[in-house]
């Protein structure tokens, strides 16, 4: 069992570039998350999803889109890069259903710096 | 919308010395709560987490919670620390919802632990 991984680790782009991010996890959750993390501002939701094909906004959606069509890959996309968006970037996933809904388990992050 | 404080950003304990990490939520009903790890470089790891039942809840690592209602406080406590406790801690609240969904995590904004020798 991988978990919940993230690619890239590291990506610096330009302003204006375009790049995805991509999450995937082989436990078979339902919902899963796009989190950014400052320094002194702890972890903000971007997106979410509770299901294949669905998608919700968060806390700072502006500037992010996402897209879940398979249930295991939740892709976060930048569609054109601004500095305010230097972050590391965690994805999360969890259970539907019972008490340890909401249970979220974190990929290891990407680091991303936008020049 | 649920909120979390956490007062203290940096907090210094001495090796073998006991800890306490504080934190306060804001939510209208008996939330979800987690306490998360971060080592520098790392993902998130869950500490413990509270449901509901005995308030006191016991974690990975030697560390416990305890819920207070009526000071809306999680607390992290761990009776003696290690060098390798050094790192980055959130509390976390989730809001409870009875027709299912998930709208996330609501985060503190983390205490960093140094551990002194």
């Known amino acids: 069992n991988a978990g919940v991984t993230q690619t890239p680790k590291f990506r610096v782009l330009k302003t204006g570039q375009s790049m995805t991010l991509l999450c995937a996890q082989d436990m078979n959750h339902e919902y899963m998350y796009w989190y950014r993390q400052d320094p002194g501002m702890g972890l903000r939701l971007i997106h979410y999803?509770?299901?294949?094909?669905?998608?919700a906004k968060g806390e700072v959606p502006d500037g992010y889109n996402v897209s879940r069509l398979k249930k295991q890959n939740f892709l976060l996309g930048l569609e054109s890069a601004a500095p305010s968006q230097t972050s590391v970037y965690f994805c999360?996933?969890?259970?539907?259903?019972?008490?340890?809904?909401?249970?979220?388990?974190f990929g290891p992050g990407t680091r991303l710096t936008v020049l | 919308a649920q909120s979390v404080t956490q007062p203290d950003i940096h907090i210094t304990v001495s090796e073998g010395a006991s800890l306490e990490l504080r934190c306060n939520y804001s939510y209208g009903a008996t939330p979800y709560l987690f306490w998360y790890v971060q080592s520098p470089g790392q993902g998130l790891q869950l500490l413990l987490k509270y449901f509901s039942g005995d308030t006191l809840v016991q974690g990975i690592k030697g560390f416990e919670a305890e819920f207070k209602r009526s000071q809306s406080s999680f607390n992290l406590r761990k009776p003696s620390v290690h060098w390798s406790d050094a790192a980055e801690y959130f509390c976390a609240v989730a809001a409870r919802r009875s027709g299912g969904g998930a709208d996330g995590l609501t985060f503190g904004k983390g205490t960093h632990l140094i551990i002194q020798p």
């Open positions: 999360a996933s969890s259970y539907s259903s019972g008490t340890v809904r909401n249970e979220q388990f």
């Open positions: 999803s509770v299901g294949e094909g669905t998608t």
